[in-house]
């Protein structure tokens, strides 16, 4: 089965190479980064492996059946056209299966062991002893239980921490590795009152934008600290300010943002009891590779007419 496949990302040669063997023999493959220069290319396409996808893009493409994102989030590709046609979409998750659960794992420990403190310390060149925590007997709450939340939970549990989780659907996952019990969303409130560390991955969705409120931080413990690694826009900014600021929770690790960059001029960056990161904890040397890898895996199941992997429910936006 020959293939009309085109590439919308940059990637190194031999990740190129890989995608070419995967198509088969006879498949075309084209390359190019940039609208105009995809808009050239992709009218014969029947598959697109998208780093960006655009409606006009779509409307170029008469005999396009299957968008793959190189990237685990989809928002910014489900744009109605695409949602309400045929084409199928499948993303890239569980590539960050281990670079986002060591993030996850690096903050609590940082945190507990006062790291931030430390380092602050030492740029001052000032002798401080802190008294250190433990991250084992916390409680770890991840809202958002899918490849990220289980690879977390498995990690943390071997350190000696509590896991919990809040996921749309709460009947699943409640026997699936080491967390204790998994909520609903009409449970959320009573979820982060549990939880000395609240990893939040959830995607963007219309349901999970501005989950994260006023309401949402009140009601976790004020010794409690967040490590936001989903995207930007499902906590409110000026809520989880306010909250930093008079203590309603003890700190934060954040790694994404409603603007990226994050302003200059934006308060987090001078919060002592914040780490801000630049969305990095995602970012893995092996990243692109794994990427790549489901994506060859797909191609192999579409040419044998087989079940895609990755299927995203484009009304769900996941």
Same mark, same amino acid.
């Given at each position: ?6 590439? &919308?990302a940059?990637?190194? @040669?031999?990740? #190129?190479?890989?995608? +070419?063997? %995967? ?7 084209? $390359? ?33 059946r ?8 989809v928002?910014?590709l ?13 993303n890239?998750r ?20 006062h ?30 239980y ?6 977390t939970?498995?990690? &943390?549990?071997?350190?000696? @921490?509590?896991? #919990?989780a809040c996921? +749309?659907d %709460? ?7 080491? $967390? ?16 000395d ?5 959830l ?11 006023e309401?949402?931080l009140r009601?976790?413990?004020?010794g ?10 499902t ?8 909250a ?27 919060l ?32 044998a007419?087989?079940p895609?992997r ?6 769900l936006?996941?």
């Amino acid at each position: 089965m020959a293939l009309d496949l085109v590439i &919308a990302a940059g990637l190194p @040669v031999p990740l #190129l190479e890989r995608i +070419r063997e %995967a198509a088969g023999s006879g498949s075309r493959l084209e $390359v190019a980064t940039g609208e105009g220069a995809l808009l050239r290319l992709i009218t014969p396409a029947e598959v697109v492996l998208a780093g960006t996808f655009t409606p006009a893009m779509l409307a170029a493409a008469p005999r396009l059946r299957w968008v793959h994102s190189i990237g685990a989030g989809v928002e910014r590709l489900l744009f109605p056209e695409l949602v309400d046609g045929d084409v199928v979409v499948t993303n890239a998750r569980g590539a960050h299966h281990v670079a986002m659960p060591e993030y996850i794992m690096l903050a609590m420990l940082a945190w507990t062991h006062h790291l931030p403190a430390l380092v602050r310390a030492q740029q001052r060149r000032e002798w401080i002893t802190p008294l250190p925590d433990e991250a084992a007997g916390k409680t770890l709450g991840l809202l958002g239980y899918g490849e990220i939340g289980r690879a977390t939970a498995r990690r &943390a549990a071997a350190v000696g @921490v509590r896991c #919990l989780a809040c996921r +749309r659907d %709460a009947s699943r996952g409640a026997d699936d590795g080491p $967390v204790e019990r998994v909520y609903g969303p009409d449970e959320l409130l009573a979820f982060l009152g549990q939880c000395d560390f609240v990893a939040n991955s959830l995607p963007l969705t219309p349901q999970t934008r501005g989950l994260i409120g006023e309401r949402e931080l009140r009601a976790m413990r004020p010794g409690a600290v967040l490590i936001h690694v989903g995207r930007g826009p499902t906590v409110q900014q000026e809520a989880l300010l306010e909250a930093l600021c008079t203590g309603g929770i003890a700190g934060a690790f954040l790694d994404v943002f409603d603007e990226e960059p994050l302003p200059a001029e934006s308060p987090l960056w001078g919060l002592e009891n914040v780490v801000v990161t630049s969305h990095t904890s995602g970012n893995s040397a092996r990243y692109l590779e794994r990427s790549v890898a489901i994506f060859c895996e797909n191609l192999e199941r579409y040419r044998a007419g087989q079940p895609l992997r990755n299927v995203v429910d484009k009304r769900l936006g996941y």
